[in-house]
């Protein structure tokens, strides 16, 4: 009788145990299973064809589902017999994935576990090793990403993530479907170059029709020689960043040039100055009024900020061009160096900026997917495997989708 009830609880098709022992110390049960048929005939691990021709029995332990508070383990027969096409070939088992130590079951289960939890977390509960899990769970993310139809990539976005002490990532990502697609250390032109031979070959760059980028020369360089007839387009937060750098700059100079009662009306006004106006409450804008009021400089500095806002709104070339000399013309006479600086930048990468008139990639979806990359990152080690993080990352944002769609 026991042994039905272990065949049950078992439930592994066409499997029967015939022995079991209990390791009370470390609290293990070990069973032994093999085929129950009178006349078995075995799959080739190679083809799949059935054989009854064997060559050679080994035994095979793997690790399946606790059984309450039992580790278990199965001992199974796994023989090697004459395949028709392949010659001698191990059988295929239809409950273990090919070399693994562990029934397909367990590893499931790991990895169902690993979506929503600590890689380290789930070592703990499984009693397994940290290096086995992240195993586990990245076979089953690329059995899953292998699975997916790939759509064709039409606008790119190449993105930089810093994090930890000066470590730097590239992160190449699908800008329609909000994934990202690859990563690569550093943000050299080599890195760029390395994600066009690994991910996108020849014929599938034709698609491309616009990246977003920084104003970042490797960068350019990489995407002018591998993507010549795509149009380049700056993300619009990153040139933001450049003109709030030049607005912090013009604070600093003024704030050393002022003396006394002066700087201390001009003290703590940094993020208010860096933050847009119709981001501000009542009283924030009523603050940065009076700090403007003071300074003929910083106000033309803070006024040229929010003016050049305006240039993603335009969909006609020819006005955002318009508007863009104006601009520059403002700023003539205002003694402002930083701003010289920054109209010198902006002039020299104007094509890529004047693009978005055409090319209305969303820039939002840039800062979505790094802000991704960024909390997967922070909820465990074990991501300089960048494939992996990759991975975790798009599996994440499909069940988002799914969330959202349900
Ligand atoms: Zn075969």
């Not at 759509?151 to 993530?161: N, S």
């Not at 990489?222 to 450049?242: N, Q, T, W």
């Not at 804008?285 to 006024?303: C, D, E, G, I, V």
């Amino acid at each position: 009788m026991p042994e039905e009830i272990v065949g049950r609880i078992l439930r592994l098709r066409g499997y029967r145990a015939y022995r079991w022992e209990f390791d009370e110390a470390a609290s293990s049960l070990t069973i032994w299973v093999r085929q129950e048929e009178s006349d078995p005939f075995y799959a080739c691990g190679g083809c799949g064809i059935g054989s009854r021709s064997i060559h050679s029995v080994r035994e095979r332990r793997v690790r399946d589902l606790p059984w309450g508070t039992w580790k278990v383990w199965l001992w199974l027969e796994v023989h090697r017999v004459h395949c028709r096409r392949c010659g001698v070939r191990t059988e295929g088992i239809e409950f273990v994935e090919g070399k693994q130590p562990y029934t397909r079951r367990f590893a499931e289960a790991v990895a169902r576990d690993c979506e929503d939890a600590a890689v380290r977390r789930v070592a703990a509960k499984w009693r397994l090793s940290v290096q086995t899990v992240l195993r586990i769970d990245k076979r089953a993310l690329s059995a899953w990403s292998i699975s997916r139809p790939r759509r064709p990539l039409r606008h790119m976005g190449v993105d930089e993530i810093f994090w930890g002490k000066g470590k730097c990532l590239t992160v190449v990502s699908n800008l329609e479907t909000g994934e990202p697609l690859w990563a690569g250390p550093e943000r050299k032109r080599e890195t760029l170059d390395r994600f066009f031979t690994e991910y996108l070959p020849p014929r599938r760059r034709r698609w491309v029709r616009a990246v977003c980028v920084d104003m970042w020369e490797p960068y350019l360089q990489s995407l002018r020689e591998h993507l010549p007839r795509a149009a380049i387009v700056f993300d619009k937060f990153h040139v933001m960043k450049h003109v709030n750098a030049a607005v912090d700059e013009t604070r600093r100079q003024e704030f050393f040039r002022q003396k006394g009662p002066l700087r201390a009306l001009m003290r703590g006004k940094r993020w208010l100055l860096l933050t847009r106006w119709h981001n501000l409450t009542r009283t924030k804008k009523s603050q940065l009024q009076q700090a403007l009021a003071l300074n003929r400089r910083l106000f033309k500095a803070y006024y040229l900020k929010e003016q050049l806002e305006r240039l993603w709104s335009y969909t006609y070339e020819g006005a955002a061009a318009r508007f863009f000399i104006q601009w520059l013309l403002s700023l003539r006479w205002q003694r402002l160096p930083a701003f010289k600086k920054l109209a010198r930048t902006l002039y020299d990468h104007f094509d890529g900026i004047l693009n978005y008139c055409r090319h209305k990639v969303p820039f939002g979806v840039v800062e979505a997917i790094n802000g991704n990359l960024r909390a997967v990152i922070r909820r465990g080690r074990g991501y300089r495997d960048h494939e992996y993080l990759i991975l975790k990352v798009q599996k994440s944002t499909a069940q988002a989708r799914l969330a959202r769609a349900a």
